[in-house]
């Protein structure tokens, strides 16, 4: 059976997200973005958090593009993603802020 490279793709996030369910708390979790990403990917992944968190906390896409010196496209994305009251990421920060995101275009 042929899968496609997006269903081969998925199957794998799922099993990803799966495990990292089953570790159960930070640390385990932490331990495991160390052992199966290189610190390249783990620091992409951080500063993609970085975007949201700080999208979230007001700042403005400018401030952040010269902070973390990365383009206004990768700010976006994250503004989208922010921007879509559906999203987990949405609503995480909507209950770490106190259901408040001080999203600033």
Same mark, same amino acid.
């Given at each position: 059976?042929?899968l /496609?490279?997006?269903t081969?793709?998925? =199957? $794998?996030?799922?099993?990803? +997200?799966?495990l990292?369910? =089953?570790?159960?708390n930070e %640390?385990? @979790?932490? =331990?495991?973005?160390?052992?199966i990403?290189?610190?390249?990917?783990i /620091? !992409?992944?951080s500063? #993609?958090?970085r975007?949201? /968190?700080? *999208?979230?906390?007001?700042?403005?896409q #400018?401030?952040i +593009?010269k902070?973390? $010196? !990365?383009? *206004?496209?990768k700010? @976006? #994305?994250g /503004? %989208?993603?922010? =921007?879509d009251?559906?999203? !987990? !990421?949405? #609503?995480y920060?909507?209950?770490? &802020? &106190?259901?408040e995101i001080?999203? &600033?275009?």
């Open positions: 059976m042929f /496609s490279i997006e081969k793709i998925m =199957k $794998n996030i799922k099993e990803i +997200a799966k990292i369910i =089953k570790t159960g %640390k385990e @979790t932490v =331990k495991l973005f160390q052992e990403f290189t610190p390249d990917e /620091s !992409v992944i500063k #993609r958090w975007i949201l /968190s700080m *999208l979230s906390e007001g700042k403005t #400018r401030e +593009a902070k973390l $010196n !990365v383009s *206004l496209c700010i @976006t #994305r /503004s %989208k993603i922010l =921007k009251k559906k999203s !987990v !990421v949405y #609503r920060f909507m209950k770490e &802020n &106190n259901d001080k999203y &600033n275009s």
